[in-house]
């Protein structure tokens, strides 16, 4: 019994110290692992910790060389490293111009979570960034973005319908209406950027049954711009009324809900905007006349707004784009100053933020900043030592997608100044801001490819105000051959008949007709043409009508002009034209005497002075043919008569001499001379 008790004893001790060697040699295997997941976990925290130090590139570095090692040193979990991934991306989009880098990881991503169960925020989320790099990353991207953004969707509704108490997946699922709708407005595919928006919409209302909420708002502000848009891109099935009177409809609502300023400050901003830019787009900026002052106090409510509200332009970019649409309502009224003013704060906005992005907007050398030594200094400026962008082949994609709608809108700042200075007869200032808008388009001439028509434009008008009418009406069929809609192709037509009516050669006035008859014609079947438009069409086939002497023609198109000017464009310009040329068909007589003096009075106003000289030659015909009379229209006497003539020919020519003598200045200045050559040449690529 000894013996069995000492090889019982020996047996167990043999068990134990087998089990202790297995344990030992488990542990030496698993300590490598250990290890590397402390150390994984050290890079999570560094990276935070860099992150919370605003140290974006450390915070990369440090989930970069986890993300490096996850395959094989780190062995860290499937979620964690897509975790990681996602939180590169997001930073490198954020901090960096690496969206290749970005777009690698989200996919990584998307790879390493579709067999995983519990992470589809995750998931949704690392689609929506995926979706705005491809987004960023151009046309090229466009299918990648369309499917991202789908399967984004898919998942939030679904996720959505398993679990509707969290609030999360709703938001998600609005995230993705909208993002969807967006993406198919890029393609102009107006049915699915409709469905997606209603669907939103019905979602929102669900929630909210007859309750106002923000929303609702956004979404009904979001349906209205892809209506003006689908209008402007000359689809009949807009239907912008119904979309305005919806978004009205929603603000009503949410202001009679929501009664906190700050909450809702931007998003009121935003829909102000809007629909500003509706009556605008309609030709109708009598309609808005109030708008430049609402848009005043709304500014005001918006910087002292919550930070976390809604946001929808960056507050730079609203500011500016409220400016210029304030100085578009008040510039056809004659009100240029203010309108310059307007322009001169939207430009002053777009070029501060311009400049902290590091763009330059014309191209050119980088700026070089000098100490009172003369010497630059880095620790005085930090544009010392800054990388600009100076052309189209430096604009990476995250600074080209921040800049976009800051050049955007320089470039149509500048064609509202260029349009004041050549009303107002400062056509050396016309000639400089004319040919900031070729240096751009030139510079940038990918991004800006949407407005290269406007260039056009804007040189031709410049070259009609020379008098080189043959080379205006090339300049302007070049903008309506490069128009990205069919209002803004009519637009360019139209002036470029303009111009050829000018030129003084025999079929000049048939040419022209037959370029306006197509216009006039679709106006008439189209109901969504602007008022602006129809205007121009009637004004336009009124002076081809009257070169071709078919005057009773001519001043029915000038009359129906006139009257919808007056109405609803508002355009005193285009008013004082009108009367003019009506004055001019019809015989001497109180009534032409009283258009020569109301063009000649809308034209001084506006310092428009060849219009005035114009006015003044017909009012001195009509007074040599109809005789002067006082205030009472008791005729004056033959003295008095001729004194009254006589005054009128005097301030005709003093004004004639104005002009000519500031023509001359323009024509022999040779700054002048070399920029209107240049603007003659168009848009070099």
Known sequence: MARGAKRARASTGARRGARASDKTTRAASEAPEIAARSIARGLIRLAEECEDANDALGAIKALETLIANAKTKAKCLPQIEARCRVKCASLLLKHTDNAHRAKTHLEAAQVLLKPLKRCEELRVHGLSLLGRTYKMMGNEYRRQRFGATQRGLQMAIGMRERAPEDARWTMWTFHYYLEHADACMVEEDWTGCETYLDAGLKVVRSIHKDTGSKMEVLFAVAQLQR?????????????????????????????????????????????????????????????????????????????????????????????????????????????LKKAMMYLTDAKEFVDEELRALGVLPQGGDAPVVKTEEGESDADEDDDVERLWVTCEEEMQFRVAQDARPYLYLRVLILESIVSVALTS????????????????????????????????????????????????????????????????????????????????????????????????????????????????????????????????????????ALKKTYDQVGNHQLMASCLRLICGIDTASDETKGMAESAFGLSKVQEDLPTQVAALIDLNRIYTAVPPTDANKNPLSPEDAEKMRQSYEVYENRKQKQYDDYMTSILENETCVERATRLERGVQP
């Open 425 to 560: 007869f400062k056509y050396d200032v016309a000639l400089d801001v004319a040919c900031q808008m070729t240096d751009m388009i030139e510079t940038y001439p990918q991004t800006l490819s949407l407005l290269a028509s406007h260039v056009e434009m804007v040189a031709g008008h410049a070259m009609y105000a020379l008098g080189k009418y043959n080379e205006a009406s090339a300049r302007f069929a070049r903008s309506a051959s490069l128009a990205s809609t069919p209002s803004w192709r009519d637009i360019g037509t139209l002036c470029s008949a303009l111009a050829l009516l000018c030129c003084e050669e025999e079929d000049s006035a048939s040419r022209a007709l037959e370029l306006v008859k197509p216009v006039v014609r679709s106006h008439k079947e189209q109901k969504s043409a602007s008022v602006l438009n129809q205007v121009l069409a009637l004004f336009t086939s009124g002076c081809a009508l009257r070169e071709q002497g078919r005057f009773d023609d001519a001043r029915n198109h000038l009359g129906r």
């Open 227 to 335: 209506a003006l848009a689908q209008r402007a891109s000359g689809s009949e099935e807009h239907h912008v009324y119904a979309a305005a009177k919806s978004a009205d409809e929603a603000m009503t609502r949410m202001l009679s809900e929501i009664k906190t300023p700050e909450d809702t400050a931007r998003l009121r901003f935003h829909y102000y905007v809007t629909r500003t830019l509706g009556k605008l787009m309609e030709g109708d900026p009598i309609a808005a006349k109030n708008d430049p002052s609402k848009f005043k106090s709304l500014m005001d409510e918006v910087r002292h707004a919550n930070k976390e509200a809604y946001k929808w332009l960056p507050d730079p970019a609203a500011f500016a784009l409220a400016n210029y649409l304030s100085a578009e309502v008040v510039r056809p009224g004659g009100e």
